[in-house]
């Protein structure tokens, strides 16, 4: 397999480039430093798999759509510090594959590599606990939502937001707000679609990240349409 290491910290891309050559079927054919980098090496390779921190310094989670925009069965694996499950959910929205955290030990590493190279997604067990513990399903995920584009808001919504984060239901929302079940059924299903998220805890998960609420009303209360 071709791979192609992007990371802008030189210890960082020292380390796994000594790592994998220990593999004889591993072949790292260029390393990227920042985003422009990565395109072009992609350009100019025929890679199979691009192993990335997407957050360390000169890249942004922007460049994996538009990689796998020219080569879509480009595979991606992300390696970046711990990160939160809002963040993880949109990288895997993004088009990466598999994820692994940096202090994942060496077999680990390896084996995320192989198994994505065979079509297989990899997690390791600590990203694998972070998404869980976020209430998500990996496959709930709206991967064919993603967009670059901002995500715009109008003030009712926002105020939707708040309070389907501090466990109001539909009927509560509605009788605040002196609007029909309807309208708030309506103004959800407007709202999940924006975020690309499937579920009430999707919608908290971004209220938290987006400091809507504080961390200590992250309820995940089940769907409620009464």
């Not at 009788?175 to 999940?192: A, G, V, Y």
Request: net charge negative; hydrophobic share 40%; with cysteine.
């Amino acid at each position: 397999m071709k791979l192609i290491l992007a990371d802008s910290n030189e210890i960082i891309r020292i380390g796994l480039r000594t790592l994998l050559s220990t593999e004889r079927n591993i072949q790292i054919v260029g390393e990227a430093r920042n985003n422009e980098e990565l395109i072009a090496l992609n350009k100019a390779f025929d890679a199979n798999i691009i192993l990335v921190d997407y957050t360390s310094k000169g890249f942004s989670i922007d460049v994996i759509p538009q990689i796998l925009q020219k080569k879509p069965d480009l595979s991606v694996v992300a390696i970046t510090p711990e990160q939160s499950a809002q963040t993880l959910v949109n990288a895997l929205r993004s088009g990466v594959k598999s994820y692994i955290k940096k202090d994942c030990d060496s077999s680990e590493i390896i084996d995320s590599i192989r198994e994505t190279w065979r079509g297989n997604k990899f997690f390791c067990g600590q990203i694998l606990e972070t998404i869980r513990d976020a209430s998500i399903d990996v496959n709930d995920i709206d991967f064919e939502s993603f967009s670059c584009e901002p995500i715009t808001l109008s003030e009712r919504e926002t105020e939707i937001i708040t309070m389907i984060s501090e466990g109001l239901t539909n009927i509560m929302i509605a009788d605040s707000l002196c609007l029909s079940n309807h309208t708030i059924n309506t103004h959800r299903k407007n709202i999940m679609a924006k975020l690309g998220v499937k579920n009430t805890a999707g919608i908290v998960i971004y209220a938290v990240k987006t400091n809507l609420v504080s961390p200590n009303k992250f309820l995940f209360a089940a769907d409620s349409n009464s």
